[in-house]
């Protein structure tokens, strides 16, 4: 798939290596010169000066043949008008990244509409929903819905108290059905088997029916607590959005804010109708405990910085606060990050890469969740009449090792499988899968897919 990349900032550079990785053929356009030459250094890409604006420029970079478009650079006016040429010229697909709110709240018309865009994606508000997720969740440490909330994944990590630590997964209790598709163990992810043990300081993705979720988690010795006080770190837009977003999903919930800058603090507290917005630095230890940050619930760092996020993070961990989330830009330090006890580590980059991966999947892809450092997907996706997996029972099917079926949704009803299920045409599928066996594990479900 050809894929044309207008701005390599963080999320363009993100996106560009991914693709790269994966052997799309990949050309980025970036006018600054500094950008060009990290690229030239650290990827295997087609770099083109100049403005993604440019129609010379676009031709230039192949668009006439392109598949996809993506314009992700620091301004939103110049990313939808390079999607609207690159719709001009044929290309099929096109994303891009707008982040001023009043783009996205406009009533009267879509803007998707109206300029032909396939997806705008706001890697702050796609960051504020997951974390509002975890707020909602929080015995758990990631959180994701599939098939329109009927399908719930979610991510616990074992404990010294944990009931379940040292027991084969063949031996949980199963009376509610669920399925256990991956564990993420010393920064490596398993797909695992009934035989496994389960360790201590694992993490495992659980996937069950949304409404059976809360009685397979107290199976397994996990308990949900009410989320009541949330401080959040950073009146940048990611905060703003959370805060938005709790206010009119949670109208109870008592929300704090910490705005270093006075304007900002002013003008979200005009903004937002219950949230107490504080001015102040959030890494002053004494300004923490005056505001009682000790009896938050739940303390969400989303500054522009990731040393303050990480900093103020750990402090609040050690005035007692119930639970942490961090937001960290700089993926490369995420495993590391992770042994220092910050509960939940988020990445926009990542999160916004999920997003946009499904128009890149072959097959009906409904969507698409990157997470590990091994780059594993889950994928929603719909069996197509005539492919391999059709009509067969599991244990019958040659799934690549590396990939498994958590649940499979046909018409309204949710479906745990077991070897002797069988797939339908049609069947909507929340598959798991490592790198290595995604493009195997799709062609399954392919119309014309071949067998391995």
């Not at 060009?36 to 083109?48: G, H």
């Not at 996205?104 to 508000?125: A, T, W, Y």
């Amino acid at each position: 798939m050809k894929v044309i990349i207008i701005g390599a900032g963080k999320v363009g550079f993100s996106m560009a290596q991914l693709l790269s990785d994966e052997e799309h053929d990949v050309v980025v356009i970036e006018q600054s010169p500094e950008r060009q030459q990290v690229l030239e250094e650290e990827l295997d890409v087609q770099i083109i000066s100049g403005s993604g604006s440019s129609t010379s420029v676009l031709e230039l970079a192949g668009v006439r043949h392109a598949d996809m478009l993506l314009a992700v650079t620091e301004f939103d006016e110049l990313n939808m008008l390079a999607c609207l040429l690159a719709k001009k010229y044929g290309v099929k697909t096109t994303v891009a990244r707008v982040r001023n709110p009043e783009y996205l709240e406009v009533k009267d018309f879509s803007l998707n509409d109206v300029m032909g865009i396939d997806l705008i994606i706001n890697p702050e508000r796609v960051t504020a929903l997951e974390i509002a997720q975890i707020a909602a969740n929080p015995e758990a440490l990631n959180v994701d819905y599939y098939a329109d909330g009927k399908v719930k994944l979610v991510e616990l990590e074992l404990k010294e108290d944990s009931a379940v630590l040292n027991k084969r997964i063949k031996e949980l209790d199963t009376s509610v059905p669920y399925n256990i598709v991956a564990i993420a163990r010393k920064h490596k992810m398993l797909v695992p088997r009934g035989d496994d043990t389960l360790q201590l300081g694992d993490h495992i993705h659980l996937v069950a029916r949304t409404v059976d979720m809360q009685e397979v988690e107290k199976s397994l010795g996990f308990f949900s607590r009410k989320v009541e006080h949330i401080t959040i770190l950073g009146g940048g837009r990611t905060g703003y959005y959370l805060a938005q977003i709790l206010e009119e999903h949670k109208p109870g919930i008592n929300i704090k804010i910490i705005e270093k800058d006075k304007a900002r603090a002013r003008q979200i507290s005009q903004k937002l109708k219950n949230a107490l917005v504080i001015q102040g630095d959030g890494s002053d230890y004494q300004l923490l405990e005056e505001e009682n940050i000790a009896y938050s619930d739940l303390f969400v760092a989303v500054t522009d910085d990731d040393k303050i996020n990480l900093l103020c993070a750990l402090i609040a961990r050690n005035l007692g606060v119930g639970k942490t989330v961090c937001q960290m830009k700089r993926t490369d330090v995420m495993p590391l990050v992770e042994q220092i006890g910050i509960d939940t580590i988020l990445s926009p980059r990542v999160l916004t890469a999920g997003a946009i991966l499904k128009y890149l999947r072959v097959g009906d892809i409904i969507s698409v969740t990157l997470f590990g450092e091994e780059r594993a997907e889950m994928l929603e996706l719909l069996a197509q009449p005539g492919a391999i997996a059709v009509n067969k029972e599991l244990q019958n099917i040659k799934i690549p090792s590396g990939s498994l079926i958590g649940a499979v949704v046909r018409g309204e009803k949710v479906i745990i499988p077991d070897g002797s299920f069988t797939i339908k045409a049609h069947d909507r599928l929340i598959v798991f899968s490592l790198e290595k066996s995604i493009h195997k594990t799709e062609r399954l479900f392919l119309n014309g897919g071949r067998k391995f």
